[in-house]
């Protein structure tokens, strides 16, 4: 192999550019270039995670069944949950992180590179291999993103043991990639960063990848344990064995509560770098910020079950896991005060990615606020599995979750490419999303309050209304989305110059270093400004 | 050791290798047990899933073989030491999480879903759908007996597991033996001492294999006889095939020894498999104890 | 159309937003209060929350978009330099935390009367199935099934659709007033929800588990609701239908409820002609069959076998018969001996064996069904 006489030289070969063709995306250890896929990757995901929303919307502009058959419109849901979830969002934090963490902390690269390729390239396959279950006889998953026992073992299509296979895949994927981060941010900061100067987003995801490498292998152990009740005759799910349908949820939501943390976490920490730059103002509340995410994820351990409170939970049970989800909003509000206290009597400006962080304050919120009420045991009995739910986390999750990914790309575009992006079409793109998302996913409160369940291809007359309304702003979000994609190809391919410090007031070691960032970044540690020590 | 910068490999081909294995792997796995479940004939599957492990076996062997070439060359600093470490301890910690999800199935099974369905607690009025079915653990008399024939007896804790748990803790001391020696340079002993625990970590296997067989053919205890044998081959089968492969590391380790690769000073591999084999110990007693004693 | 997309989008998006919560109850925007002191509870317990977060958005807005005003670059505001204050941050810590436990109070109290445990007077244990519901009146030795009943073209669109378009059942499940009721939900294949939003009930029904809820209807009517967890393909078409009725009107029905049921047992004996279970086997195909082996009889490829031309319908009668009755384990077939009547049983199967080309010409007498039935119950109890 000749690796090993090539790397001998890249020290000293400082300006040594990425190599060329397909092999430099194929063999990469570079983070950028790992960042990078990360994103095109997450963003073909939302495309298609998206046009699947799409169906399911178009189905459900109207009464009666138009389009589609029930069985496929519950493969619809499944896979849009499945794919929004771990093809679109998880990776898209990956990416950025994979991109900004090592300039942010003044390190070469990530701890492991190439085992940081090999937690993208993985990706791809597991991807395939989900999709492919689409064409499979019996057809794709339809027992929703959440699989419970037994509609996803004794009574699931064949395609299951792919997509048993496929999350497996999916968790090695996430487990390396944040053993990677942390690994980064432990131990390859530049000399004399202190813990508690960390930018935000190197903390959030810190402690995200603690709730990564926590609760991934809990969900690979849960698929595995279907595998074994589907092909191998054991009975965890099955009451006639001694075993529990129910087990399976208990299982599932201890992944899946500290999942959707996973999901924000990084969020903030986005948000947490954007607001002080456009503020032109520090960050209020730093170190309460930091033991706010911890706070957070300390707790979401210990909620799971406020997803099954109709299951039959015994009463303390009920009591517990009620109050310690109410809980949950108390550092949750610390985070959200502390940003509106860096905007108060700041000199703020408001460019593309300061419009999508201030969506994300004010519709992320809107979101907790859904989340509390559900929260609350004897009235979540009335909202549980109806329109308010999927209301809620569409609220945290898409201008949530996915507004703040817009605006992290948006902020660190011109650090990535170069180049400054077209400004007029980003607000463009901001106000058209601003307005889609809530004509789509504001009336759901009220046709789930109304009484209309989930995972339903058609409905009573009285819902009507209000899920055309849903469907009409369902395209126009989506469509609008497509500005975001050719807002991105431009300024890859040029715009006006960007200077190192892209914004005016952004601070932090990534606008030390010209734009775009030298292929390697820091080959030396570098001396840090003041405000870093 | 080379100067403070980090070491960072140029380019390589293994991830994308491995990507592919993985697939392959994933892909054969799943189409053979489909096959299988269909009483159909497992070909494909079966061709798949051994290019798969082909594939990827050579490229561990290449991507270690790599990693370990470089550490050689003295391309790898304290610095990136530290790394493996943070980056072997976090994957040690994912490992007990994986079991933890199977502990946590044991534990809801017995505490809570097996004495709601024999009439107890909250939900004891289940018991009207299973009338006759008594709560007890081991459970031999599954609910519904017909679809799952509970076993005859379960295995006792006292012959086979205590053994292995001797022999497990012995091997682990055994290893910190073998470390001990090694930090004193001492490589005869550290050879011997680590050729006793893989000897240790072998019979241990060996006499798992044996409590399988007998469990199957003379107790009735299956994967099919309810619960009670789901979750005791699950646990004891995940960790057996974590005994297995932390062996097949001690072996490599020792083929590594006795190649000169380890000194008191430079011996992270060595150490990084010693915690493995540690926490597949530490996993043995929660094992001992849950599965078997209680 | 168009027309009457921005119409609906228009007053929809704008009352939503601006409409007092009294105009949103009409408007069908809201939970309803029910008509049981639980549903009751609830419905407060809601408001409550819903106008405190109402409450603490218009404070965290305000002073965003106050900041947002005033504090902006174009308007000439220097930044200042406060980034810290231990106070400020103790006290909005703190300040959350009592509104929670001011939320906590009530929210207990509520749940606790939930869980109320003591003796209820009437026991109905209810059971999902894919895709309808069984109720049991334990103490009466009543039970029968209740499917949805609209009418496959109001789902295609090639018939007008009714009021209750999907929230309409065969047969509804009467219940008295003023009774304390006690459900025992469980279910027979995969995950079902029993869900009744004018009565605050929903539990899962869980196959081999048994869940309690209970309830005290107040006011006499008709009660909607639908299976509200994912349970496979036709989980949007299994409505529940509650009918509260007087005490005495609940004995009455309960009378003539065991009346016809004995009718049917008659009706069992009497012979049948061909004709006759042809006609009655159609439509127990088209309701109970007919979700998943389609109404063509051709099913599903790799998901539900096709039964036209299908080895087990055209071939030995009593495998059939079996198939039929006991279902087929670890598949979607039921067993549907409980579920449908011996003639009902005994239409479908010779239906089966001779619709679609399959023309056997045989009958599948409904007394043959119920010799079978009867020795089979004859071995259970050995
Ligand atoms: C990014 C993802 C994300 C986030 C951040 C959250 C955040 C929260 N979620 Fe959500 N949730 C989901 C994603 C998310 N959720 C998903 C995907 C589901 C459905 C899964 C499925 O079934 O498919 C779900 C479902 C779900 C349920 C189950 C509902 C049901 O099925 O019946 C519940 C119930 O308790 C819940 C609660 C909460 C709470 C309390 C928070 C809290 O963290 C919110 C805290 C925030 C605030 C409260 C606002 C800011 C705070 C202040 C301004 C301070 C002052 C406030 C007060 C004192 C009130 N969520
Ligand atoms: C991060 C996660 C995420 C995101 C971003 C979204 C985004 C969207 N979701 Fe989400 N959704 C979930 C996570 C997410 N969802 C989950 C977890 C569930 C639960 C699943 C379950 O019940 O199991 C769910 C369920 C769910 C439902 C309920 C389905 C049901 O219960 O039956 C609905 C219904 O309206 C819906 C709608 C939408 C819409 C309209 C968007 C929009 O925001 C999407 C906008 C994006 C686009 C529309 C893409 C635009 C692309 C094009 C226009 C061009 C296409 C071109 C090419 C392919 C080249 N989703
Ligand atoms: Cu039954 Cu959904
Ligand atoms: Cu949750």
Redesign the pocket.
Known sequence: MSTLDTTLETHSDEHHGPASGLGRWLFTTNHKDIGSMYLWFSLLMFLVGGSMALMIRAELFQPGLQLVEPGFFNQMTTMH?LIMVFGAVMPAFVGLANWMIPMMIGAPDMALPRMNNWSFWILPFAFAMLISTLFMTGGAPNF???FYAPLSTTYAPPSVTYFIFAIHMMGISSIMGAINIIATILNMRAPGMAMMKLPLFCWTWLITAFLLIAVMPVLAGVVTMMLMDIHFGTSFFDAGGGGDPVLFQHVFWFF?HPE??I??LPAFGIISQIIPAFARKRLFGYASMVYATAS?AILSFL?WA??M??VGIPLAGELFFMYA??L???P??VK??NWVATMFRGSMTFETPMLFALAFVVL??I???S??M??IAPV?FQ???TYF?VA??HY??VP??VFAIMAGVYYWLPKWTGHMLDERMGRFHFWLSFIGVNITFFPMHFIGLAGMPRRIPDYALQFADFNMVASVGAFLFGLSQLIFVWNVIACVRGGRKAEARAWEGAEGLEWEVPSPAPYHTFAEPPKLPESLR | MSSSTYYVPEQSRWPILASIALFLLAYGAGTLMNALSAQQGGGLGVALLLAGALMMGLILVGWFGNVIHESRSGLYSEQMDRSFRWGMSWFIFSEVMFFAAFFGALFYVRVLALPWLGGEGDKGVTELLWPGFVAEWPLLNPPDSARYPGPEAVISPWHIPLLNTCLLVTSSFTLTLAHKALLRDELIMVRRWMTLTILLGLIFIGFQAYEYVHAYQELGLTLQSGVYGATFFILTGFHGLHVTLGTLMLMIILGRVVLGHFSSRQHFGFEAVAWYWHFVDVVWIGLFLFVYVL | MGLRIIKTIGSGVGLALLAPASLRAEWGLNLTPGVTDVSRSVYDLHMTIFW??VA?ALV?FGVMFWSIFHHRKSRGAKAHHFHENTLVEVIWTLI?VL??VGMAVPATATLIKMYDPSEAELDVQITGYQWKWRYDYLDHELSFFSNMSTPREQITNVAEKQENYLLEVDRHLVLPVDTKIRFLLTANDVIHSWWVPALAVKKDAIPGFINEAWTIIDEPGIYRGQCAELCGQDHGFMPIVVEAVSKEDFDVWLMAARAEKEAQVQAAERSWTLDELMQQGEQVYLQACAACHLPSGEGVPGAFPALKGSPVALGDVSAHIDIVLNGKAGTAMQAFRDQLSTVQLAAVITYERNAWGNSLGEAVSPAQISRLLQSADGEGEQ
Do not use: K, Q, R
Request: charged share 5%; net charge negative; proline share 2%.
């Open positions: 949950g929703g993103w959440t899946g959707v943390y999901m924000i957070i909620v406020h997803h409170f109709t989800t109410m949950i909003a108390v949750t509000g959200v005060f992320f919120t979101g907790g606020f989340g509390l559900l929260a979540d909202y549980h599995d739910v809620h986390f945290v999750l949530g979750a | 405190i977060c603490i965290v959350p509104i929670l």
